[in-house]
């Protein structure tokens, strides 16, 4: 026998936890989601674990090969960070042709 009254729920008939939810994901989605999930915990990891592979692909095709500190300072990751992102996306840094290294400093090149 099919429960009719499941048409007639309305957002004020829920309990509280729900009642966040109507507003962001309508009605009809917190039941699907209360059917699917209903007692269980759920984990949702904050937005920036969500978005961080978008974040990352931008991150290589904005990457020149001289940029580095820019993206750096552009997306709030240290220069390592970047340095692991590009590593993970088959790109590497390259090196400034006027930048001295400390190895023209010792021998005077």
Known sequence: MEMRW?????AEDLPEPYSRIVEWVGL?????????????????????????????RAICREFTGYNLA????????????????LAEGGMKPKSNPNQVTLLDIITGG
């Open 6 to 10: 499941e048409n007639d729920i309305m």
């Open 28 to 56: 009809e989605n917190t039941l699907k989601l209360a059917s699917e999930l209903g007692g269980r915990y759920v984990y949702f990891p904050k937005k920036d674990v969500m978005v961080r592979a978008a974040r990352d």
């Open 70 to 85: 820019d993206l750096a300072k552009k997306y709030d990751l240290t220069d390592n960070r970047i340095r692991e992102i």
